[in-house]
Every structure is written in C-alpha cells, then in structure tokens.
DNA sequence: CTGAAAGCGCTTACAG
DNA sequence: CTGAAAGCGCTTACAG
C-alpha cells in the first residue's frame, strides 16, 4: 500500500479526510487537519501529480515554450530567465509550477506545441519568438488552451500579447539621430520571420518621414539576430561607398559583434558612427563606448506575463468570455555614449 | 464522452483494442491497427498524460533543474542550450520529453527538487550546478529517482554524472604559462561553493606543483563567476604591487570583463598579460586578442547525459543493480593570440 | 486477434 | 465533520 492510502491507514481514517485536510478544504476538524499534516510531513507524503491531475483535470502547471532554434533563447541573454524569475512570484502564490519547454531545432515549433497541448501537459502555455504569421496562434485557440503570447503576430485576434514596445523604440531612436543632425541612419533588423523585425522597421520608418528623411533600401540591413549580425551589419556598412552615421541595431548584443569590426576599420563607435541599441542589457555592459539603449524591468514584464496567463485560465475555466489582454511595454531611453555625437563633418 | 472512450465509439471497436493499436502492441490486426491510427489522427486524439501516466507508473517526461540564481545558467551563455539540443536528439528516440525545471532564486534548491521528485513529475532528472557538498545527491538517491549529475560533488557516492575536466585544463593551462617562462600565475575561481571551483583549483596546484612554483594565495582571486567577476579581478591585479604577468580564468565570460579594464589600466591581455579561459565559447568570439581556451562537443555531452539518464532509468526500472557512469570530458585546447607571449622583460 | 474488466492515485459529490 | 463510493483516462492481464 502507498499513497493517500498508505497515510490513511497510518491515521485511521478514510483517504477522503485525508485529501480533505491536505487540501485546505472548510469541513474537517481542525484537530484532524493537524494530524493529518504531521503525518503527512513525518511520512514525506505529497500527492502524486497524475492522480490529481486525472481527477481534477488541471496539471497546476504551466509552460514557457523555448526555441532554441531562436539564437537569442537563452543562448547568450539574460532575457527569458529575468521574465522567467518575474513569472514564477506570482504563479507561486498560485501554487503553479511553470516549466521551460525547449523545442528543439530540428523540431517544427508547430508540431512540437501540438504535442504538449493534446497531452494536456499543461494549463496554459506561454509562446514567445512570434512570427509574422504564426501558425501556433491558431492552434492554442482551437484547442481552447489558455495561452498568452510574448510578442505580437499579424495572425489571429482576440488573443493575449504582451510585448515590448519595438515601435515606440525605433522611432524614439531615429528622433535622437535626427536630433544630433543625422540623416544617413541604418538600421539592423532580423532577417527570419520575426514579426518585431517588421514592427522596429515601421517605428523606424516613422521616425524618418517625421523627420523628411527618405528610407533607403542599402541602409536596412537585414541579418542574424546575434553577435554574428552586427559583424556582418559592420561588414555590410564598410563596404558601402556613402557610409551611414548612424547606425540602430534591434538587437543589442548586436553591438559586440559591430563595434570590433568598426573600429578595425579606423570607424569609432560613438565617434565616427552613432550606434543606438534595442534594450539595455547587462551583456553590453563592458562595450566602449556604453551603449545608449531602452530599459525595462524583465522582472515586472514576468509578473505581468503570468499575471495575464492565470487570468486565461481563470476565465476559460469559468467559461466566461475573454477579455484580452493587449499590452505593449514602454521602455525608457538609457542615454550612454555612443550616440552622443552627430555626423563627422567631413562626410566619408 | 471524449478521449479514447469516444475513439473507439467512432470506430465501433473497443477502448482496449485502441490502445493497444496506438501504443504498438503485436496483438493487433494490422488491418485494424490502421484504421485506428487513421482515425486518430482524423479527430486529432492523443493520449492524456495524466491517465497514462497514473496507469503506467510513468511520465514518459524528464527534467533538467536550472538554478536561475546561478549567473550562468542560462544568462548570457549558450552551454546549457546546447547541451540540451544535445540530450533531445536521444529522447526523441525513446518518446521521452524533457522539460526543464527552473528553481527561482528566492526558492532553496533543495525543497524546489524535493517538490518535484516527491510529485513524480519526471522518471528522471539531470541536476547541474552541483556544490562542494550537495544535499540534492542524498535526496535524490534516498527517493530512488533515476538521475545523473552534470558536475560532481564530494557528497554521496555510487550515482552517475558527467563532468568537463577542469582538472586537466587548469593544470595544461599552468604548463601552457610555464612553459612560456610564466611564473606569477593567477587564477580567478567561484566565489561560491560550486564544486567546479575546488576542481579547477587543484588542476592549478598540480600544474605549479609540477614547475616548482610555490602558490601564492594573493593570486587566487575568488569572484562572481560572471563577466563582472571578471571585471572584478582585473581590479584586484591592478591593486597589486607584484602583477601576475598570466592569469587563468575558471569561466571564460569573465574575459569579458577582466579585458577592458586592463586596457584601460595600459596592461594589455596577451601583451602585458597572458590570458587562458576554460571553454572556448562563442560569446568570446569578439575579444581582441583572440582567447585562447578549450573546446569541447556540448551536443556530444548532451547526448551522453540523456544515454546516462536513460540508463539509469532503465536500469531502476528492472531492479538492477546499478553501474553508475562517471565520465570526465575531455576538452582540447584551442590555441590562439591570448597567451602567446611570455612575461613582460621588465618585471611590473 | 478482440472485448470486458480491473485498477493506477487521487478528489469530490453524496449520505449520514 | 467523516466515510464509502464513483470516476477522471488510460493500459493491461485475462478470457475467449
């Protein structure tokens, strides 16, 4: 005998007490609750998960989907494990485990959520690596899991996002370029499907018309969202005959593989070429010059992640109708030095 | 009605037949093992975890427990992806899932890993991380929960784990300094009690040792193990009266931090200063002299874990008795402009 | 080769 | 306040 069963027997009484007092329940005995604890900590008893589970039909788990084909997950970045942390102080209170699932690259992102959502492994799953049309979107509604997204898609509505404000960043940026006197102004954008590529490049493109610059098609360079990116961002630019002055990368960590190859080249960084990033992150902290970059608290980002994810829950359980959450981060500008100054008077 | 009960109404057959088609069992009409996976996929059904799991005894899933506290797990740094990437090509095979299990930073390692075994979420767990001593190894091996160690500890004995060779590295990097005429040699290790550190140590000891060079406690800087701890030691150098004309670094990131400061200070690494690192990583690629550092196969490593784990699980599951693996990784230098100069003719 | 039935470990109406 | 019983969705001896 083992399980509930084996402790009931310990205490002589009936498994349904015992489960009663485990969980909180109003009507047991305060003193056989106090027992039933006890035993239950003398014992090492805790109540296996696929039981309640089965019966309860919920997991009290929750899912981070990973791609670790997406460079940037957790490879080289603070940032899935800064929202992680913020996530897990609310789902605490809530007694929800969140668990990372990594899908692995050789694996369709598609088909590898397919399987965790039918398995019901989960209550409710978090995506994030959002594309510009992205089918998971459609799959997490039909199969009516509660899901929150981080980062928007052109697919589906309806749904919860949350996501950083790319728009709002890149135009800001441009609006500093601009500021200082730049008109030559680049821009380095992610050359996959992620949809927060096509939305920094619209907050570019307003930034510019704003400021009567015309978009030109050489100065947007589209390459991997990694270290490797701002290499080749920087090989890109060196070999352009009218260089630009200015330079905003959509993916910070960018910066350490651009600010190297630049100055082989005899280009300073914050000197010759102003250089803004996406989010100012610890990673970038030993670059020289200091990265002007945005900020956010990743932790608060979290809370408000998990805080939208147990409301889906709730209220599909419920059988309430949703009321989305569409939330977009503002972030403020972090003013470091390398996009302190204009062009280079003599143009190059 | 739903689940299998409605598959089998759909197909006029029994839920027993159904399951014994979908889960491969020779006992079937091949004839009606295809109408079933057919059907299946037609209405989209997959098993419900829970009801299997309650009735085999098993999840069919593995975790790998992250501890978020530590700066490199995950932050900033693509080993544990990779070894992931790894470990999932072999589970695939097995139809085992893994997920990972982030331990948050204001939770004890130790009762975050006993909720986990005690709910028998996994049939097997990969703990990293691992201390000097490490209650985690005792629990788990009192729980009998299948399980291998990436990184050892003086705690317990008889349980698998794998580990990359700090001895061998610190104590070929020491030779490496040597030989070049290198005689104050410092080494930067974990502040913490990670277990790594102790090894890496010793590997250190055994290389001076082997050269008649007497160690120094002022040369052992202990700091974060992170690119701040690195900045960290490059602080301390610079406050010596005696410099290091060498330094060997437990964690390569920490390059990223001890370089700029010492370039700043006019002590160039690889001129003024030798500089090894533990793993060649990508996240270095950048530096400027190029680190020299050892390599290994993080894929490679990942797949002999997920074979351990799966060996273990295996091997509990049959009541056998267990030989546990103990593999020590073999890492390969990678030589490049970081330690190529002998010290400085004037001593500084 | 297939069906009927037991039972994995729980939780939860229901009766008392 | 407690106990007895049903049943969550599966898999698997067992009988035929």
């Given at each position: 005998m083992k399980g509930i069963r084996q402790l009931a027997k310990h205490l002589d009484i009936s498994i349904g007490t015992v489960s009663r007092a485990l969980n909180g329940?109003?009507?047991?005995?305060e003193e056989t609750r106090k027992r039933v604890l006890e035993a239950a900590v003398e014992l090492g008893y805790v109540p296996n998960q696929s039981g309640r589970s089965l019966r309860q039909g919920a997991t009290h788990t929750v899912g981070f989907m990973l791609e670790s084909g997406t460079a940037s997950a957790l490879g080289g970045d603070d940032f899935f494990m800064s929202v992680i942390e913020g996530m897990q102080g609310v789902l605490k209170h809530s007694h929800i485990d969140l668990v990372l699932l990594p899908c692995g690259a050789d694996e369709d992102p598609y088909d590898y959520l397919q399987r965790m959502v039918a398995r019901r492994f989960v209550d409710g799953v978090v995506i994030s690596a959002t594309k510009r049309e992205d089918p998971r979107i459609d799959l997490l509604t039909r199969s009516n899991l509660p899901f929150v997204a981080l980062g928007r898609s052109?697919?589906?509505?309806g749904y919860s996002w949350l996501d950083m404000d790319f728009f709002g960043v890149a135009r800001d940026a441009v609006y500093r370029f601009a500021a200082r006197g730049h008109r030559r102004i680049a821009i380095a954008i992610p050359?996959?499907?992620?949809?927060l590529g096509d939305i920094f490049l619209d907050g570019y493109r307003a930034g510019l018309r704003a400021h009567g610059i015309a978009l030109e098609e050489e100065l947007v360079l589209r390459v991997e969202s990694s270290e490797e990116g701002g290499a080749e961002a920087a090989r890109r630019i060196l070999a352009m005959n009218q260089k630009p002055t200015a330079i905003l990368l959509n993916y910070e960590l960018m910066a350490i593989g651009l600010y190297p190859l630049l100055n082989e080249a005899g280009?300073?960084?914050?000197?010759?070429i102003a250089v803004i990033g996406f989010r100012k992150s610890a990673q970038t902290r030993f670059l020289h010059p200091q990265l002007t970059a945005y900020t956010l608290s990743l932790h608060d980002l979290g809370v408000a992640l998990a805080g939208a994810l147990l409301s889906e829950i709730r209220v599909k359980r419920a059988g309430m109708p949703v009321a989305p959450a569409n939330i977009i981060w503002p972030m403020q500008v972090v003013e470091s030095d390398s996009d302190l100054n204009g062009p280079p008077t003599r143009a190059s």
């Open positions: 329940k109003p009507d047991v005995n052109r697919t589906g509505s050359d996959n499907d992620a949809n280009i300073r960084p914050g000197g010759d």
